[in-house]
């Protein structure tokens, strides 16, 4: 049997960055073929998963032990924000009459993103009219499972790493 995941902190850092290409991927296939437009705090998820991404890679490429200490910190931030995000969402902002100008709006217009990459990072709905299910569950708690276990990841590469 092959080396486990902890013993192999590359080939987690590469299945994490894959998941959060997945989760973007997944959240495009929704909206652009089935229609399903995504709210600010959506659209933030999915920044959220770029950069994880984006940790990931650098942790593959700084190949020593403090560029996966630095690549574990980022993912951990960013799935703890991720998961304050998907849950915000879905017992807060999903209730709410308008999410506009929330602090999701002002991160998404700071970058410029919804100018850059309408396409990928532009809110077209509600929140309320952005809570749907997928196979009964809110589509919200699929990201927040990611982001736990994304979070699960980092410590693990994080616990490896003081070794």
Known sequence: MGASFTQR???LLGAV?????AAL????VSQHVFGMEPCPWCVL??????????????????????????AALLVLTLSLSGVAAALWLH???SK??????TLADRILVAFKLDTLLPDVFS??????????DLLGVPYTFWSLALFVLFAVAAVMLLTRSNR
């Open 25 to 28: 991927a997944a959240a495009l």
């Open 17 to 21: 960055a894959l998941l959060s290409i």
């Open 123 to 132: 809110p077209r709905a509600s929140c309320a009219d952005a809570a749907v």
């Open 96 to 101: 709410s009459e308008s999410c506009n100008l």
């Open 9 to 11: 902190p590359n080939a």
């Open 45 to 70: 998820q999915r920044l959220i998963f770029v950069v994880i991404a984006l940790a990931c890679g650098l942790g593959l490429v700084w190949r020593a032990a403090p560029g996966r200490i630095v």
């Open 91 to 93: 017992f807060v902002a």
